[in-house]
């Protein structure tokens, strides 16, 4: 099981992120827990600098503007 | 599970189709003057008239001013493919002020940067070591000096105007972030602020490829253009209003530049308001056309979009009020000295 943190202040690309996590976890039928980060003092926390940020098992995998489907696709796989 | 990649697609079709795109631009920017002549015809109005002067004021910038908005901002979004704030950042920690001051602001030109992720970067910047002043530097210009500001001041006021803009502009993150710098001003961000010690992040390398900018370029036509495309429309009809209605007296003593308060005038209106550059331009043009003077114009402009309500209360979660207080104060006189010179030098 695949843990996904999305962080970012609540913003409307951070749910899009959130959205577009839950679409490639049900179309690769990989099972995934979704967190949102929304504390400020977290989300620095994990060294990024824009958000909606995207974690996945306690490893940043992307920052700044929407990721790419593909992308998220393969760092939930596996 | 082994993760089978696919050969890159050929950048061949997304090179062709800009090209064909930008072709298609050129095209339709040779047709506007033949349109909006044609259009005005159509109507049951004398050409000459008040009113025949707004309408084909409006016919003509109206498509003019999204063909250009819609090129310049295709352009940047490229370009910003190649920056992110984590790139930015790492470029800008440990910097000295002055260099560090220079850096940022035209830093914060190409970074792609959107407001509701300003408290993530301030914080981001300050905690990797970024120095306030510097921080600030950048803060101060990805709002003011942005491709949406330039691009339409190019458009309609010509690129000696926007060049001294991105000039002064640059000018005013530069030393607003260097004063905020040397007052020392760090005990007076938020407590929980200063306890943040993150590293910084190790991102995984993406490869771009160009088809991935041209699709970034897109993206952020669509996402601008369709945000902002509508405070245009409403601004050129005010401008158009503006152009076939006002007195041209009347402004030219209020907003001329033999009248040296308009320019604090400006300022002191223009700090609360808030619009982006793409709403408040087409005003700005046709003000110009009636004798107002560009420095007193450009300063209610620069207070318009760089300090903004809004953004001042997101920035209130790191920021005291005393910290904010010092940050409009500095930059509306930053500002106010723009006003002051381009009157001096466009008069």
């Known amino acids: 099981m695949k843990n996904v943190k999305v962080l970012g202040p609540g913003c409307k690309r951070c749910d899009a992120a959130v959205q577009m996590v839950r679409d490639a976890a049900a179309q690769a039928g990989v099972e995934v827990t979704i967190e949102k980060v929304t504390d400020y003092a977290e989300i620095a926390g994990y060294g990024i600098a824009s958000t909606p940020g995207l974690v996945v098992d306690g490893k940043v995998v992307h920052a700044g503007g929407l990721p790419k489907a593909a992308d998220i696709a393969r760092w939930i796989a596996a | ?347």
């Open chain 2, 1 to 347: 599970m082994s993760v089978t990649t696919l050969p890159p697609p050929s950048p061949l079709p997304w090179l062709g189709g800009t090209l064909a795109g930008l072709l298609v631009w050129a095209a339709l920017y040779s047709q506007l003057v033949p349109f909006s002549e044609w259009a005005v015809s159509l109507l049951p109005v004398d050409p000459a008239s008040h009113l025949g002067q707004a309408i084909t004021f409006f016919l003509y910038d109206t498509p003019k001013v999204l063909l250009l908005l819609t090129l310049v901002v295709f352009a940047m979004g490229v370009v910003r493919s190649f920056f992110s704030p984590e790139r930015t950042r790492a470029l800008l920690a440990g910097r000295r002020e002055g260099v560090g001051n220079a850096m940022a602001a035209s830093l914060g030109i190409v970074t792609p940067f959107c407001s509701c992720s300003a408290v993530p970067l301030f914080i981001g910047f300050v905690s990797a070591g970024v120095p306030l002043g510097v921080t600030f530097s950048f803060l101060i210009a990805a709002p003011m000096v942005n491709e949406v500001a330039l691009g339409l001041l190019f458009a309609m006021l010509g690129w000696k105007v926007a060049l001294t803009y991105l000039v002064l502009g640059l000018g005013i993150a530069i030393v607003a972030g260097w004063v905020i710098g040397k007052l020392r001003l760090e005990s007076w961000l938020e407590p929980w602020v200063l306890k943040i010690h993150a590293g910084t992040a190790e991102l995984p390398d993406v490869n771009v490829t160009w088809p991935d900018r041209i699709r970034a370029g897109l993206d952020s036509v669509k996402e601008i253009v369709g945000r902002v495309w509508y405070w245009i429309v409403a601004g050129i009809a005010m401008g158009a209003l503006i152009h076939g209605y006002a007195p041209e007296e009347l402004l030219a003593s209020i907003m001329g530049k033999d009248a040296w308060w308009s320019v604090p005038a400006a300022v002191i209106v223009g700090v609360p308001m808030y619009s982006n550059a793409a709403g408040i331009i087409p005003v700005v043009d046709a003000l110009l056309g009636k004798g107002a003077a560009l420095g007193t114009v450009l300063a209610f402009m620069m207070s318009v979009i760089a300090l903004s309500l809004p953004e001042m209360i997101i920035l209130r979660k790191v920021l005291s009020v005393k910290l904010i207080a010092v940050f409009v104060g500095v930059v509306a006189s930053g500002i106010l000295v723009v006003g002051f010179l381009f009157n001096l030098l466009f008069a």
